[in-house]
């Protein structure tokens, strides 16, 4: 792979050949990028940097935040007031929509971000990341309202990550693909690394928290029952486990070598549908999946065609490789 097509040539190009990404969100992807590589160099600073440890507050998911939650959002948020390419944005760490202040001029689109994602990892120095999805504003005249969006995740225009790992890895979708761009940190830009990223249609390795087994509905112990019995079970192969708690970095090794992760419905908060958030944390990392060739559900429905009723609505989230997710569908359809 050419090392010297940056982000900026990646999405020239791209805009040229295909008009997916008109202007204003090229701006608006490269306006992100550079948030991320802000929090990535406070990230890298640890410990030196203030960064780590909580912060003495609370967010709307009922959630203690970290300082990095708190540094992260506000660096997202600045980023992107000025440009005149969002309408609004919407975070796992506010409340409420934030709409571009009076005084900057207001563009078509939404950005929707989860600043910093895997919080539990940020002490014990394993990877994290920053999650993000597009959608466009609904047109009218009228002000943006939190309704402008529901919409539903296949209505995204662009939708990636970036991971804080050994690289800093930016991996990102427009509706051509999955390109990976890695941070050359002796020049600040963000590489092409990988392109046309393609999920195995089936794996070996499965992502799941298996502490929480006693809480699952049936269908996904009995799933995971069967892989752990191997190749003397139904399955007839042998299964591998990772789980990181950082969806990043576990939808990271599933683009790279395949996989299934599955944060299902458990008893444990019987009123919600799942831990995960719907908004920016399923819909971005579900289409980057099918759009490298997998597929991500609830283990019943398609994720991406959910149409959202809160803005941190949560959902149970199977996705990965392609064959291994209508796998477990297959076990809630037995029931
Ligand atoms: P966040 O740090 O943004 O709140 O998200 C954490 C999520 C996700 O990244 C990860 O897969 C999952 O929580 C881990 O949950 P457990 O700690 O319950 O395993
Ligand atoms: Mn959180
Ligand atoms: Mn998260
Ligand atoms: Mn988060």
């Given at each position: 792979m050419s090392q010297n097509i940056s982000l900026t040539r990646y999405l020239v190009e791209q805009q040229r050949v295909d008009g997916l990404i008109p202007s204003q969100l090229r701006l608006l992807i490269e306006v992100v990028a550079r948030a991320c590589k802000g929090i990535s160099h406070a990230v890298n600073k640890g410990a030196l940097g203030g960064v780590l440890g909580t912060a003495d507050s609370e967010n709307v998911q009922g959630e203690i935040q970290k300082k990095l939650?708190?540094?992260?959002?506000?660096?997202?948020?600045?980023?992107?007031?000025?440009?005149?390419?969002?309408?609004?944005?919407?975070?796992?760490?506010?409340?409420?929509?934030?709409?571009?202040?009076?005084?900057?001029?207001?563009?078509?689109?939404?950005?929707?971000?989860?600043?910093?994602?895997?919080?539990?990892?940020?002490?014990?120095n394993v990877s994290i990341g920053t999650i993000f999805s597009v959608l466009k504003k609904p047109p009218s005249d009228a002000a943006v309202v939190e309704q402008d969006f529901f919409q539903p995740g296949k209505n995204q225009v662009a939708a990636g990550y970036c991971l804080y790992g050994p690289q800093t890895t930016l991996v990102l979708t427009v509706g051509n693909g999955v390109a990976m761009f890695t941070l050359d940190r002796e020049q600040g830009s963000f590489f092409l690394t990988q392109e046309n990223v393609q999920i195995p249609a089936d794996t070996q390795e499965f992502a799941i928290n298996m502490s929480n087994m006693r809480h699952w509905d049936t269908p996904v112990k009995n799933y995971i029952d069967d892989c752990l019995q191997g190749t003397e079970g139904p399955r007839g192969k042998d299964f591998n486990m990772r789980w990181i708690a950082s969806m990043v970095t576990d939808v990271h090794r599933i683009l790279t070598r395949g996989g299934i992760f599955l944060y299902?419905?458990?008893?444990?908060?019987?009123?919600?549908?799942?831990?995960?958030?719907?908004?920016?944390?399923?819909?971005?990392?579900?289409?980057?999946?099918?759009?490298?060739?997998?597929?991500?559900?609830?283990?019943?429905q398609r994720i991406l065609d959910i149409v959202p009723q809160k803005l941190h609505e949560r959902v149970s989230v199977v996705l990965g490789s392609k064959n291994e997710v209508e796998k477990v569908g297959s076990y809630f359809s037995k029931l």
């Open positions: 939650d708190i540094i992260a959002n506000e660096v997202l948020i600045e980023a992107n007031e000025w440009g005149g390419h969002l309408a609004a944005m919407a975070s796992e760490e506010m409340e409420e929509i934030h709409a571009v202040p009076n005084g900057y001029p207001q563009g078509e689109y939404l950005l929707l971000f989860d600043p910093l994602d895997g919080s539990s990892n940020i002490d014990v299902p419905w458990d008893k444990r908060e019987p009123g919600k549908p799942g831990k995960l958030r719907l908004m920016y944390e399923a819909n971005p990392m579900g289409w980057l999946v099918e759009q490298a060739g997998g597929a991500a559900s609830t283990g019943t």
